[in-house]
Every structure is written in structure tokens, then in C-alpha cells.
């Protein structure tokens, strides 16, 4: 048995299948805990251990399945030890991730998670019987298991629980479905036995069905599914994805603009030192006598395939320059890249587009404008200040989102119960631009309406208030000390750390005394990133909308400076609209109500004042409802004198007729038993239309003396062939169609019954 694996990473395989050797080379070596305890406790299998046995032991009490046999392969047809071990694997897996921050989600490794616990779920529920949540409570077992040697699962377990309990509960209403979805598909089948890829892509996408999964289904009914079919749908994706990453990098040349190791390579072997950009956190002044370090047109677009030349010029399309110091902030931690201009001094002009960071290089994406750059021309830096303001303004007040979400959710929760919440509120993502500010955090359910008010009247009070921001660069032990910090889980901080603070304190004064409690009223964090000076200069905010992206997982967008206070006065003239509404009555009420909802849904306003307005909406809405019913049950008597009027002037058993007054099945219902009250011996097909709606009603009803008419098959041939959806009996039926453009043929066929 294998218990230490060294590898020694030397070459890369290039495409035609040559060695071609590595700019690092060294050893990489792992030993496995599994691999490593088996030996110890002398069994054949990892699974023998008493890592697994008690998770074993735990799948067999909740499950009721037989207890774990060993079997493997043949031994076990009925797949009942495979589940065994999948289960087991899988929730230690997802234990540890959902504990060190992931969570099952629709990309990356949250998609990874939510693929494994869902091939567990599936293994649990087909293979050993269990029931709906049998997975979920696994979790004890596994802190048991784990607890002691990694507290931090014994501190999340509540958290891990409800994550699990989610993801399984909202996988299994799909898993019913999923099964009927497959066993349709394999009844399509041919005589070759093979599995669409396509359809596994589908099951995989739509389903949720991982590909393993998909493919061990197929194969219980003697069937090999197309990976190769499949692996290329998955491909197709990726690459569209790819793309679309790859033509904004290049502006649209469709050239290859990255630095991958080739590059970073060539770079260090010409002794090109890292990109000095201190200057990125100086304000409206331009940074000179940069010098051009090299020139880049591409990957693959030189004869070397590294892509660095001499020169470039207008004809070199899309190209990257590296200098030795810049001004320009590299899109990195969320925030987006700044934009701007070089200028040699023999008159080149490049546009600056992109700047991305490749390790220690700067790489500043545009097109030469005019002129033509080299190698060791002198270049001056000049940044759109006017566009970094409103992004630096959105990356200040995620800082104090952060610290507003932290304050409402957990702190004065903290204070009405006078304990310690195990809850927290953890950065899962940003993203800064010029126009909004988007912020991920982990919260196990939606904001209350209350709870969204809060959080942004904290935010717009440090703005009213006019809170320094400072920044300042510390020795990341004495950093970390600060009683208040908030820092990325799992990021990698460098030593020393750039200390950002929404403060009247400065940095000096919390790393004095970093303990202090005073210091939690602030928002103190590790940042990269361009920031204001001070919060006013934020003007205002604006919490546009809160969601969930995944589980445990939700989702603020607001924005800041203009566009915030264009959405508050956007929202106060809706409001005033909606206080002109309030005296308007009758049908001008429904048509004024119609108009403000389609224009409700349009504005990019606070999300607390929409949910305000809507209620407001709901309100008129009910108020129109009462009109109309009110309407409708006087026009109910103007409908039966026309039908009886038209009964009396048709001739035969049969009358058919419209009148529009929607769909109301009430109205409807009362004008046939009023009909049938007044005229004893004809029967009456009513079609009324509801245009806005696109949908139309016929009912009919007949004495119970006319034995030769069934009125579900006089309807139902009258509206053949159509999307129509109802039914009824002999003596009365009611169905209703899609498409008012075919209210005409249906009378036509109605007539001719």
C-alpha cells in the first residue's frame, strides 16, 4: 500500500508531446491521514478505520440499512456498502468545507459541494433507504469523530446543520422529479444501448443530477453513457465563458492577453523588477518618468509563441505594457480597475483599458492611440479621477456595510438577549465599480424589511456624520490585534498589511491600544484597495436590493454619490404620485394602478421604499377588486336581459352568444342559473373575453330535460385544438382558452354544434 507519494515537477508536456523544462522545478510530496492511520491501526482499507466506523455506525441507526459488510464490487450488487462509504466520505467533506466558509452553491467550489452532497443524498435515499433529512443528522456523529481535534467544527456544528439540512431538503423535492426525468430519457433509448451526453448535460443542468450520478443510473439498466457527448456540452459552456473573459482582456482583438508562467518567466529572466505601485493610492496628480519595462502583443503572437516585442504601435491591436513604478490600481480584492492614459515622451499615446496584476507585474491593457512605444521610453501615468471617485466611494461604504450588517445582525441581537451569538456575518464576496457596490455575507435567512431600514440608516448616518477614512500600514501580528478588525476568511494577508479604518481614531491610536472596546463602534479592515477620505464625500446610499445567491449565502447591491441621490429623488416623486393616486376612484383607479406598478418595477430605488410603495399598491389593488366585483354584479342582470333577448330570437335549442366581462367565474356562474331560470326549454353557450389577460371563458348550461346535449363535448369541440383547460357534465361546463384571437372560430363551431 501506498503511504508517501513524491512527485517531482520538472517538465510540461507541450501539445506535440516534447518536454519542455519548467522555470521552477522541485519536489512535491503528500501523505495521507487516511493512508497514514490504516497502517497504524494495521487494516487493508482507509475505510476500516476508526475515522469511518462510527460515521458507519451512525448511517446504520438512522438509515435501518443492514450493518456495513465490506463488500466491494460484485459482493455487493445492491450498491448498500458503496453507500455506506459515499455517505461517510461526503459528509466529512462537506463538514470541513462548510465549516472553513464554503457553501453548496450553482458555480465554482460551492457547485462542487452542492454535486457531493447531492450523490450522497441519492445514495442514501436509493441504496439504503432513508428517509428525507437522514444526511443532516450525520453531522453529530461527524463532530464526534472530529471535535476534538479541529474545535472550530464543534463551534459551526449548528451552522453546518442548517446549511445541510437546506441543501438536502430542496435537492430531495427535485429528486422525485429528476428520477421520472431519467427514466423518460432512457426509455428513448435506441437499440445501442447509449445515454445521450446531451441529456446527461440537461439532467446536470436543469436537474441537478451530477454526471457520476447519471452515469451509474445508466448503467443499472445496461446502458453506457456518452462522456465524450457530454464533456463537450461541458466544454461548449466553458468556453463561451472563457470567451467572454478573454475578449475583455484583449478589447475585442481576440488575442490571448494573459501573463501565465511563460510569461512571468521571461520576465524575471530579464531581471524586469516587481511593478513599484505605491503611487495607485495618490490622487489627481500625474505620475512621470515611468519607464516601459516590456511590451506585449498576445500569447502566441510571436514567433517564440511569449509574446513580447520592442515596440508597438496603433497596427499592434490590443497590447499590455509593464513599467517599472505606476500610478494605475490593478483590478484585484473586488475592485475594479482604474482607466486612463501613457504618454511617452516622443509623443506615443496609449489608452488604458485594463490593468491586471500577474504576481509582481502590473500589465496595463489598451491600444496605442498614436505614435509608437519601446522598450526604455519614459511614460507619464494619468488616471480617470473622475471615474476611481465613485468607485472609491463604493469601496468605502462596503466597508461600512460590512460594519452595519455585523452591528443589526449579531450585535443587537447580542444586547436584547444578553448573550454571546454563535451567529456571524462573514464577507463571501464583493464587487466594486463605478456604479454600484455589490457585498456577499453569510446570513441563514432573508433581511426583514425592518432589518434592510436599519442597515441603511447606519450607512447613511457615517456619511451625514462625516467619518475620517484612514489608511495605514502595519505589522500584520500587531494588526490583527484590533478588537473590531474584519478580515476575509482564508484570504492570505502580507506582512505589513494596509490597515483601512472608518474612524475619528487613527490606526496609530488602535494599534496603541488595540483592545480597546471603543474600537468596535468603527469599521476596521485589511485593504488593498483606492478609499475615500472621508465618508461624506459618499454623499448618500442606497440599499437597492437584498437576495439570496445560495445557500446561507445573501446578496446586497447599493450605490453611493450621484447615483444614490438620483434614486431618492426617483423614489420621493414616486411617492408623491402614488398621494395623487390615493383620491382617485373607480375604473380611472385600475388603469392609475396598472400604470404606477409597471412603473414601481422599473425604478432603481431603495429596496425598503419599493416594498413601502408595493404595499401601497396593494392596498389600491384591493380597492379596485372591490369596484370591479361590484360592477360586475350589476352587469350581471344587463348580461341575462341580452341572452334572454337573444334566446328569444333564435330559433332552435341552442343559443350562442358573447359578452365581455372577463373571467369572473362567479358572474359567469350566476348569469347561466338566472338564464336557466327565466328560459326553461334552450340551452346557452356564453364566451366572454378578458383582452389584457390574452385569455377568454366559454361556459355553458343546459335544462336537465335536454337529454340529446352534453355541454362539456359541446364545448369541447367548440374550442378544438386550442390551449383550453377546464370541465364539467352534461347539463354544464366551464373551461378556459389562451389567445383571444380565437374567441371567433370557437362561436363559429359552437353555431355549428
Same mark, same amino acid.
Given at each position: 500500500?501506498?503511504?508517501?507519494?513524491?512527485?517531482?515537477?520538472?517538465?510540461?508536456r507541450?501539445?506535440?508531446?516534447?518536454?519542455?523544462?519548467?522555470?521552477?522545478?522541485?519536489?512535491?510530496?503528500?501523505?495521507?491521514?487516511? @493512508?497514514?492511520?490504516?497502517?497504524?491501526?494495521?487494516?487493508?482499507?482507509?475505510?476500516?478505520?476508526?475515522?469511518?466506523?462510527?460515521?458507519?455506525?451512525?448511517?446504520?441507526?438512522?438509515?435501518?440499512?443492514?450493518?456495513?459488510?465490506?463488500?466491494?464490487?460484485?459482493?455487493?450488487?445492491?450498491?448498500?456498502?458503496?453507500?455506506?462509504?459515499?455517505?461517510?466520505?461526503?459528509?466529512?467533506?462537506?463538514?470541513?468545507?462548510?465549516t472553513?466558509?464554503?457553501?453548496?452553491?450553482?458555480?465554482?467550489?460551492?457547485?462542487?459541494? @452542492?454535486?457531493?452532497?447531492?450523490?450522497?443524498?441519492?445514495?442514501?435515499?436509493?441504496?439504503?433507504?432513508?428517509?428525507?433529512?437522514?444526511?443532516?443528522?450525520?453531522?453529530?456523529?461527524?463532530?464526534?469523530?472530529?471535535g476534538?481535534?479541529?474545535?472550530?467544527?464543534v463551534?459551526?456544528?449548528?451552522y453546518?446543520?442548517?446549511?445541510i439540512?437546506?441543501?438536502?431538503?430542496?435537492?430531495?423535492?427535485?429528486?422525485?422529479?429528476?428520477?421520472?426525468?431519467?427514466?423518460?430519457?432512457?426509455?428513448?433509448?435506441?437499440?445501442?444501448?447509449?445515454?445521450?451526453g446531451?441529456?446527461?448535460?440537461?439532467?446536470?443542468?436543469?436537474?441537478?443530477?451530477?454526471?457520476?450520478?447519471?452515469?451509474?443510473?445508466?448503467?443499472?439498466?445496461?446502458?453506457?453513457?456518452?462522456?465524450?457527448?457530454?464533456?463537450?456540452?461541458?466544454?461548449?459552456?466553458?468556453?463561451?465563458?472563457?470567451?467572454?473573459?478573454?475578449?475583455?482582456?484583449?478589447?475585442?482583438?481576440?488575442?490571448?492577453?494573459?501573463?501565465?508562467?511563460?510569461?512571468?518567466?521571461?520576465l524575471?529572466?530579464?531581471?524586469?523588477?516587481?511593478?513599484?505601485?505605491?503611487?495607485?493610492?495618490?490622487?489627481?496628480?500625474? =505620475?512621470?518618468?515611468?519607464?516601459?519595462?516590456?511590451?506585449?502583443?498576445?500569447?502566441?503572437?510571436?514567433?517564440?509563441?511569449?509574446?513580447?516585442?520592442?515596440?508597438?504601435?496603433?497596427?499592434?491591436?490590443?497590447?499590455?505594457?509593464?513599467?517599472?513604478?505606476?500610478?494605475?490600481?490593478?483590478?484585484?480584492g473586488?475592485?475594479?480597475?482604474?482607466?486612463?492614459?501613457?504618454?511617452?515622451?516622443?509623443?506615443?499615446?496609449?489608452?488604458?483599458?485594463?490593468?491586471?496584476?500577474?504576481?509582481?507585474?502590473?500589465?496595463?491593457?489598451?491600444?496605442?492611440?498614436?505614435?509608437?512605444?519601446?522598450?526604455?521610453?519614459?511614460?507619464?501615468?494619468?488616471?480617470?479621477?473622475?471615474?476611481?471617485?465613485?468607485?472609491?466611494?463604493?469601496?468605502?461604504?462596503?466597508?461600512?456595510?460590512?460594519?452595519?450588517?455585523?452591528?443589526? =445582525?449579531?450585535?443587537?441581537?447580542?444586547?436584547?438577549?444578553?448573550?454571546?451569538?454563535?451567529?456571524?456575518?462573514d464577507?463571501?464576496?464583493?464587487?466594486?465599480?463605478?456604479?454600484?457596490?455589490?457585498?456577499?455575507?453569510?446570513?441563514?435567512?432573508?433581511?426583514?424589511?425592518e432589518?434592510?431600514?436599519?442597515?441603511?440608516?447606519l450607512?447613511?448616518?457615517?456619511?451625514?456624520?462625516?467619518?475620517?477614512?484612514?489608511?495605514?500600514?502595519?505589522?500584520?501580528?500587531?494588526?490583527?490585534?484590533?478588537?473590531?478588525?474584519?478580515?476575509?476568511?482564508?484570504?492570505?494577508?502580507?506582512?505589513?498589511?494596509?490597515?483601512?479604518?472608518?474612524?475619528?481614531?487613527?490606526?496609530?491610536?488602535?494599534?496603541?491600544?488595540?483592545?480597546?472596546?471603543?474600537?468596535?463602534e468603527?469599521?476596521?479592515?485589511?485593504?488593498?484597495?483606492?478609499?475615500?477620505?472621508?465618508?461624506?464625500?459618499?454623499?448618500?446610499?442606497?440599499?437597492?436590493?437584498?437576495?439570496?445567491?445560495?445557500?446561507?449565502?445573501?446578496?446586497?447591491?447599493?450605490?453611493?454619490?450621484?447615483?444614490?441621490?438620483?434614486?431618492?429623488?426617483?423614489?420621493?416623486?414616486?411617492?408623491?404620485?402614488?398621494?395623487?393616486?390615493?383620491?382617485?376612484?373607480?375604473?380611472?383607479?385600475?388603469?392609475?394602478?396598472?400604470?404606477?406598478?409597471?412603473?414601481?418595477?422599473?425604478?432603481?430605488?431603495?429596496?425598503?421604499?419599493?416594498?413601502?410603495?408595493?404595499?401601497?399598491?396593494?392596498?389600491?389593488?384591493?380597492?379596485?377588486?372591490?369596484?370591479?366585483?361590484?360592477?360586475?354584479?350589476g352587469?350581471?342582470?344587463?348580461?341575462?336581459?341580452?341572452?334572454?333577448?337573444?334566446?328569444?330570437?333564435?330559433?332552435?335549442?341552442?343559443?350562442?352568444?358573447?359578452?365581455?366581462?372577463?373571467?369572473?367565474?362567479?358572474?359567469?356562474?350566476?348569469?347561466?342559473?338566472?338564464?336557466?331560470?327565466?328560459?326553461k326549454?334552450?340551452?346557452?353557450?356564453?364566451?366572454?373575453?378578458?383582452?389584457?389577460?390574452?385569455?377568454?371563458?366559454?361556459?355553458?348550461?343546459?335544462?336537465?330535460?335536454?337529454?340529446?346535449?352534453?355541454?362539456?363535448?359541446?364545448?369541447?369541440?367548440?374550442?378544438?385544438?386550442?390551449?383550453?383547460?377546464?370541465?364539467?357534465?352534461?347539463?354544464?361546463?366551464?373551461?378556459?382558452?389562451?389567445g383571444?384571437?380565437?374567441?371567433?372560430?370557437?362561436l363559429?363551431?359552437?353555431?355549428?354544434?
Amino acid at each position: 500500500m501506498e503511504i508517501w507519494n513524491v512527485v517531482f515537477i520538472q517538465y510540461n508536456r507541450e501539445a506535440d508531446g516534447s518536454l519542455r523544462p519548467l522555470p521552477a522545478q522541485h519536489v512535491d510530496t503528500g501523505m495521507g491521514f487516511e @493512508r497514514l492511520t490504516s497502517i497504524l491501526q494495521n487494516v487493508d482499507s482507509n475505510y476500516d478505520t476508526d475515522i469511518f466506523i462510527p460515521l458507519f455506525t451512525a448511517i446504520q441507526n438512522i438509515t435501518g440499512a443492514r450493518p456495513y459488510a465490506k463488500k466491494v464490487g460484485k459482493e455487493d450488487p445492491e450498491y448498500i456498502d458503496m453507500a455506506y462509504r459515499v455517505v461517510a466520505d461526503h459528509i466529512r467533506t462537506l463538514c470541513f468545507a462548510i465549516t472553513d466558509g464554503a457553501v453548496p452553491s450553482n458555480d465554482g467550489r460551492g457547485y462542487v459541494l @452542492r454535486r457531493v452532497l447531492r450523490r450522497a443524498v441519492r445514495y442514501g435515499r436509493q441504496n439504503l433507504g432513508a428517509e428525507l433529512g437522514f444526511f443532516a443528522k450525520l453531522v453529530p456523529a461527524f463532530v464526534d469523530v472530529m471535535g476534538s481535534a479541529f474545535p472550530e467544527v464543534v463551534e459551526k456544528q449548528e451552522y453546518v446543520t442548517g446549511i445541510i439540512q437546506e441543501e438536502e431538503e430542496s435537492f430531495s423535492r427535485t429528486l422525485d422529479k429528476g428520477l421520472q426525468k431519467f427514466n423518460e430519457l432512457a426509455e428513448k433509448v435506441g437499440a445501442d444501448q447509449i445515454f445521450s451526453g446531451a441529456d446527461a448535460h440537461f439532467l446536470y443542468t436543469s436537474m441537478g443530477f451530477p454526471v457520476d450520478l447519471t452515469e451509474l443510473m445508466a448503467e443499472e439498466k445496461g446502458m453506457t453513457l456518452n462522456k465524450e457527448e457530454f464533456e463537450a456540452k461541458m466544454q461548449e459552456e466553458h468556453d463561451i465563458s472563457q470567451a467572454a473573459h478573454l475578449a475583455k482582456m484583449a478589447g475585442g482583438s481576440g488575442k490571448d492577453m494573459r501573463l501565465v508562467a511563460e510569461q512571468t518567466s521571461y520576465l524575471v529572466g530579464q531581471n524586469i523588477s516587481a511593478t513599484d505601485d505605491a503611487a495607485k493610492y495618490v490622487w489627481h496628480e500625474e =505620475l512621470a518618468d515611468c519607464v516601459v519595462k516590456a511590451c506585449f502583443i498576445g500569447r502566441n503572437e510571436t514567433e517564440d509563441m511569449i509574446g513580447f516585442v520592442g515596440s508597438i504601435s496603433p497596427e499592434s491591436s490590443a497590447v499590455g505594457i509593464v513599467l517599472d513604478k505606476s500610478s494605475f490600481y490593478a483590478e484585484a480584492g473586488g475592485q475594479v480597475y482604474d482607466v486612463g492614459t501613457l504618454t511617452s515622451s516622443t509623443g506615443a499615446v496609449v489608452k488604458i483599458t485594463n490593468v491586471q496584476a500577474y504576481g509582481q507585474f502590473v500589465l496595463h491593457l489598451g491600444e496605442v492611440a498614436s505614435g509608437t512605444l519601446s522598450v526604455g521610453d519614459t511614460v507619464k501615468c494619468s488616471v480617470d479621477y473622475v471615474r476611481r471617485a465613485p468607485i472609491a466611494s463604493n469601496h468605502t461604504m462596503t466597508h461600512v456595510l460590512n460594519h452595519a450588517l455585523r452591528e443589526v =445582525l449579531i450585535k443587537r441581537l447580542e444586547k436584547e438577549s444578553g448573550k454571546t451569538s454563535t451567529l456571524t456575518v462573514d464577507q463571501k464576496g464583493s464587487l466594486v465599480d463605478e456604479t454600484k457596490l455589490r457585498f456577499d455575507f453569510s446570513w441563514s435567512g432573508q433581511l426583514t424589511p425592518e432589518q434592510l431600514a436599519e442597515v441603511e440608516k447606519l450607512c447613511m448616518d457615517r456619511i451625514v456624520n462625516a467619518v475620517p477614512v484612514d489608511a495605514y500600514v502595519a505589522p500584520l501580528g500587531d494588526a490583527q490585534q484590533i478588537s473590531s478588525l474584519r478580515a476575509v476568511f482564508g484570504e492570505k494577508y502580507p506582512d505589513p498589511v494596509r490597515v483601512v479604518a472608518v474612524s475619528d481614531h487613527a490606526v496609530p491610536e488602535m494599534l496603541a491600544n488595540p483592545q480597546d472596546s471603543q474600537w468596535n463602534e468603527y469599521s476596521v479592515e485589511f485593504c488593498g484597495g483606492t478609499h475615500l477620505t472621508n465618508t461624506k464625500e459618499a454623499e448618500a446610499f442606497v440599499l437597492l436590493a437584498e437576495e439570496g445567491i445560495a445557500k446561507g449565502i445573501r446578496r446586497i447591491t447599493a450605490i453611493t454619490t450621484g447615483e444614490a441621490k438620483k434614486a431618492i429623488a426617483l423614489a420621493n416623486e414616486f411617492e408623491s404620485k402614488l398621494t395623487a393616486a390615493e383620491v382617485v376612484q373607480g375604473d380611472d383607479l385600475e388603469s392609475t394602478v396598472k400604470q404606477l406598478s409597471a412603473e414601481l418595477d422599473g425604478l432603481d430605488i431603495a429596496a425598503v421604499k419599493k416594498m413601502q410603495f408595493r404595499e401601497q399598491l396593494a392596498t389600491m389593488t384591493k380597492q379596485v377588486l372591490a369596484h370591479k366585483k361590484q360592477k360586475l354584479a350589476g352587469m350581471a342582470d344587463e348580461i341575462v336581459d341580452k341572452a334572454v333577448s337573444v334566446a328569444a330570437e333564435t330559433g332552435g335549442s341552442k343559443v350562442v352568444m358573447r359578452f365581455d366581462f372577463g373571467v369572473e367565474g362567479k358572474v359567469a356562474k350566476s348569469v347561466m342559473t338566472a338564464f336557466g331560470k327565466q328560459v326553461k326549454d334552450k340551452a346557452l353557450l356564453l364566451v366572454t373575453a378578458d383582452p389584457e389577460a390574452d385569455r377568454f371563458m366559454v361556459i355553458a348550461g343546459a335544462p336537465k330535460a335536454m337529454k340529446d346535449l352534453n355541454c362539456k363535448a359541446w364545448i369541447e369541440a367548440a374550442t378544438d385544438g386550442l390551449d383550453a383547460k377546464g370541465g364539467g357534465k352534461p347539463d354544464s361546463a366551464q373551461y378556459q382558452v389562451s389567445g383571444v384571437e380565437a374567441v371567433d372560430t370557437v362561436l363559429e363551431k359552437a353555431r355549428k354544434f
